[in-house]
């Protein structure tokens, strides 16, 4: 009995010093949700030299700032693990766009798309300082065009040896893993051998492989298959990107996730990402049959040129829209074509139009064609269904992602995932629609994510843990972007620390550029 109470009299000493210590930031009268995905309950959270130094009852502490959450949720900061923000990173540091939307991390060069010198970019993130953390994978298509171009065929002995080097050679730079998106050129051109051969590398340095599948549509199944066999044959945790699926399988999501948990139940680490629409975004290479894009534009240019090889281009077109169920390209969006940005809202169909032109399959193809000679554009493209949305959404292992970069305000016709993703699960699925629960789409946005790419110092509140965090009201988050008009901020989200710094205040940006690089477990100083 006598040590019980000096037990309790210790912790009382303790929790009583930790009550009276002095924080750079302290938030109060929270409604607190960890990221574990355990219940909410009221409290404070201090902030010291960039990390959480206590969470609880804090009512006695001070700090140099103090913010009142009362009747709002204190979380750990979003976690993006699908975004491509290269290129953007100069034009817009403030990522504001992101920090809106609570996020404080993002993980880059996904769906095979890296920077190639992971070391340099690195460098070159640590000296610009971006408002969010980043973490970066090497991508497939960039490793495999630097040892053998747009080539059409397996690589040689010499030629995969060099690949092997320079994924081992990022790995040790931070990367956290390997990815491919195998609809892409020259990505679309290997094997899966290939590619289990290059994700071994990877895996020996403890990394992560995410992929872009080969299909995502009516070879949905063989795609999910082959994504998990690289795993299974490399040893390594699976993520699969941006987990959807058009026609003809839509209804179909309840078999994609059996094979999802089957892995698991093998002991394969398999988990999913998926952004919260119905609608997808990217090049409008995508829709061109791979072959013909072999060793780049120029050769395109050829072949179309040779009316046999057009016919055959054509008929492969026409046979992909019978097979997605489509009449015609109606479904598909510019978001930016920059050879004429007038064109940029506008589907397919209706560009066709414009040019005098029928609205047949075969004309539309012709106008596709065109855009492509013309340097090709970015693409959203209308094909899922809300109910599939939903289903995903339900399953434990998926995590929510943007798939979006940083986006330059008024620039192009953008899908407006990349400025709302995460305010509209909080505000439609969470609030409105109650597909989920809040505490379940926090852990999809923080400790699952963090889990997943070995953060372990990210993606829960609680002492020692890096300060990352969100301040939102559960009432009114919302995101406002809309695919007419996409350049808009989502709401709701009061304030935003990335590593301790007071990053968006009273829904305000404040300019802080507080993001530093998160790298991988192999990481070699």
């Not at 890296?114 to 970019?121: G, I, K």
């Not at 003809?248 to 994609?256: I, K, Q, V």
């Not at 394969?268 to 919260?276: A, G, R």
């Not at 995903?392 to 400025?419: C, F, K, L």
Request: hydrophobic share 40%; aromatic share 8%; proline share 3%.
């Amino acid at each position: 009995m006598r040590k019980t109470a000096l037990s309790i009299l210790f912790a009382a000493c303790f929790i009583g010093a930790a009550a009276q210590q002095r924080f750079d930031v302290l938030i109060k009268n929270g409604r607190i949700i960890d990221g574990s995905g355990n219940p909410w309950f009221k409290g404070d959270v201090g902030i010291k030299a960039g990390k959480i130094a206590a969470v609880g009852n804090l009512q006695n502490a001070t700090a140099a700032k103090t913010l009142d959450a009362g009747g709002l949720v204190v979380a750990p900061g979003f976690i993006d693990v699908h975004t491509h923000i290269e290129d953007d990173e100069r034009k817009q540091p403030t990522a504001d766009n992101f920090i809106y939307d609570g996020v404080t991390t993002v993980v880059t060069g996904n769906c095979g798309s890296s920077e190639n010198d992971l070391p340099r970019y690195f460098s070159f993130i640590d000296s610009l300082r971006l408002s969010v953390n980043v973490a970066s994978f090497i991508g497939h298509n960039n490793v495999r065009r630097a040892a053998m171009g747009m080539a059409m065929r397996e690589p040689s002995a010499a030629e995969l040896d060099k690949m092997r080097s320079h994924i081992a050679g990022a790995m040790k730079a931070g990367a956290v893993g390997f990815s491919t998106g195998l609809i892409y050129t020259p990505g679309t051109y290997s094997k899966s051998q290939e590619v289990i051969e290059l994700a071994k590398v990877a895996a020996s340095y403890g990394g992560l492989y995410t992929s872009h599948m080969r299909s995502e549509a009516d070879k949905i199944f063989e795609a999910i298959d082959e994504t998990i066999n690289i795993g299974r044959q490399a040893k390594m945790r699976v993520e699969i990107s941006h987990f959807k699926v058009g026609k003809p399988n839509w209804g179909r999501t309840a078999e994609m996730i059996e094979k999802v948990e089957d892995a698991r139940l093998e002991g394969i680490d398999v988990t999913v990402d998926q952004y919260p629409y119905t609608a997808s975004s990217t090049g409008l290479s995508s829709i061109i049959p791979s072959w013909a894009l072999a060793d780049g534009t120029d050769s395109l240019k050829a072949r179309l040129k040779n009316p046999q090889i057009y016919k055959k281009l054509e008929a492969e077109m026409v046979g992909d829209l019978k097979r997605r169920q489509r009449k015609n390209f109606d479904y598909a969006m510019v978001a930016n074509y920059r050879a004429d940005t007038s064109l940029n809202g506008k589907s397919i169909m209706e560009i066709n139009r414009l040019r005098g032109r029928k609205s047949r399959p075969a004309d539309e193809i012709r106008t596709i064609l065109e855009m492509m000679e013309n340097g090709g554009a970015q693409m959203v493209f209308h094909g899922m269904d809300e109910q599939d949305v939903e289903k995903i959404m339900q399953y434990p292992y998926t995590m929510i992602a943007s798939d979006a970069s940083i986006r330059v305000w008024n620039e192009g016709v953008p899908h407006p995932r990349g400025y709302g993703s995460n305010a509209r699960v909080l505000g439609r699925y969470v609030r409105e629609k109650k597909i989920i629960r809040l505490e379940d789409a926090i852990r999809k946005m923080t400790s699952l994510p963090a889990q997943k790419m070995e953060f372990k110092d990210r993606g829960l509140l609680k002492a020692g843990m890096a300060a990352d965090v969100v301040v939102f009201d559960p009432a009114t988050v919302a995101d406002k972007s809309v695919y007419n008009k996409p350049h808009q901020y989502s709401t709701g989200f009061r304030y935003v620390l990335v590593n301790g710094a007071l990053t968006l205040d009273n829904e305000k940006h404040t300019g802080a550029r507080a993001g530093t690089i998160l790298r991988g477990p192999s990481y070699e100083k």
